[in-house]
């Protein structure tokens, strides 16, 4: 307990899941606009130390199931902090928030997510103020080189908007620093086990071509953690022998996942979406799904809402994708990630993309290789398979060569409806399924003595 907080705090809460009909009210999330979390070390007269502030209305002003803005600002100082690990401190903050009962804090930077339950908020947690104090306690615990800090939560719309650029400026120029610097020139990855209360299996493995899955952690980012706190959940992580550069094998980071997987995941494949592919945690910013009809990928990020071309909204495969387990085909990534000259490298890399969102083409556009915009479809392009096959035609993309002429596309072999499925007695039903087969072979059977064959 933290003095003054009227609910628990502590690991044990760590991993607690709000759903839609426990949830007093939430900040941020899919259908919110404006939302971030950003840290930044100031001299120490530019902090009040010890203070939290509420601009806006708080908690207890907020109707119950409301959706709103919100901007969480923290302002640290000491003599041994630099601005190398404000991103670092910033991921903190997705940490700690886990800590407190009822409370569940998801994504990071410019995509936060927090819910409220209704049961802590019956118990008293009705400000933010209270969430304020939990972080100020926390952090001087854990992060002593932090000798002053003020929060700031913004609920304010107009002021959650409006400092929302300066926001965005600050993890831009974090991100532009991490560019250039190849994986080969570096003996040292980092790992990065913050997620593991949501999925214990994953680890995320951070290069300089390849960010962490929520797009907060560059391999500087890493570096500085590991520096600033060596025992902490951002760890050094030695690449050891490099077993495959297609896929991205390394010995280092092979012997890492099995050790913290328990042994669950002992291969990871960081280029590649088959295979051994890299696990995906819950906070990935998009994810990188296989489309079998068209032999390519589409890519959605969280803040899509609409359905994508396989009929799938980035929740639907999120739940699929998420948990700490390697899923052929569905792949969690960073938006950073696919400015990487790394990214999906061993399946095609983004000869083999075929859709996007036009918000994240564009976003991305200055880092996209030559002809990729022009042939690369979005959700005015094509709502349906049969309308993006049809554009990849049309614009000649490079996956069409991969289409066999007597088998033009993968195909259905059956829907749920008219495949009844019978295992060691149970009759199994599966629903929004489809299955894909490369090959058919059907034998015809000679009938047994019961008629029924063999």
């Not at 304010?156 to 993890?171: C, G, K, M, T």
């Not at 959605?300 to 052929?328: C, E, I, K, P, W």
Request: with cysteine; proline share 6%; aromatic share 10%.
């Amino acid at each position: 307990m933290i003095e003054g907080v009227p609910v628990d705090v502590g690991l044990a809460n760590e991993g607690e899941r709000i759903r839609k009909q426990e949830m007093r009210l939430e900040f941020g999330g899919p259908g919110v606009g404006a939302k971030w979390e950003l840290v930044r070390v100031r001299p120490p007269e530019a902090v009040e130390h010890d203070t939290v502030r509420v601009v806006g209305p708080d908690i207890r002003d907020l109707p119950e199931g409301a959706r709103h803005p919100l901007g969480i600002l923290i302002d640290v100082a000491g003599p041994a902090l630099e601005e190398d690990f404000e991103g670092i401190i910033e991921r903190r903050i997705h940490e700690y928030t886990n800590y407190v009962e009822g409370l569940m804090h998801l994504n990071q930077r410019y995509d936060i997510w927090i819910r409220l339950s209704k049961k802590a908020f019956a118990a008293g947690f009705d400000t933010l103020e209270y969430l304020g104090r939990v972080l100020l306690s926390l952090f001087r615990s854990e992060l002593p080189i932090i000798e002053a800090m003020q929060v700031t939560f913004f609920t304010d719309p107009a002021e959650v908007e409006a400092r929302l650029p300066e926001a965005l400026s600050r993890f831009e120029a974090r991100d532009a620093r991490a560019r250039g610097l190849s994986d080969e020139e570096v003996d040292t990855f980092y790992g990065c086990a913050l997620c593991q209360s949501f999925a214990p299996r994953h680890i995320c493995v951070i290069t300089p071509e390849r960010y962490a899955n929520c797009g907060a952690i560059s391999w500087f980012d890493g570096r500085a953690a590991a520096r600033m706190d060596p025992k902490g959940p951002i760890f050094a992580l030695e690449k050891g022998t490099c077993i495959d550069p297609t896929n991205g094998e390394f010995e280092g980071v092979n012997a890492s996942a099995k050790e913290r997987s328990m042994g669950e995941i002992d291969r990871v494949w960081l280029y590649s979406a088959f295979g051994h592919p890299h696990t995906s945690c819950g906070c990935f910013e998009g994810i990188a799904f296989y489309i079998p009809e068209v032999e390519g990928f589409g890519i959605v990020h969280r803040g899509y809402r609409d359905t994508t071309v396989n009929g799938l909204a980035f929740s639907t495969m999120a739940d699929s994708t998420a948990g700490g387990r390697q899923v052929d085909g569905f792949h969690g990534v960073s938006l950073e990630y696919l400015k990487s000259r790394k990214f999906l490298q061993a399946d095609g890399g983004w000869d083999r993309v075929v859709w996007v969102p036009a918000e994240i083409l564009d976003r991305i556009a200055p880092f996209l290789p030559e002809g990729v915009r022009e042939r690369t479809a979005n959700e005015q392009d094509a709502g349906t398979i049969e309308e993006l096959r049809a554009f990849l035609e049309q614009h000649d993309h490079p996956v069409v060569g991969r289409w066999m002429e007597e088998v033009p596309a993968a195909r259905p072999l059956a829907t749920v409806g008219s495949l009844p499925l019978e295992v060691g007695g149970y009759r199994v039903i599966l629903k929004n399924a489809r299955i894909y087969a490369d090959r058919v072979i059907i034998l015809r059977e000679e009938p047994g003595p019961t008629g029924r064959g063999p």
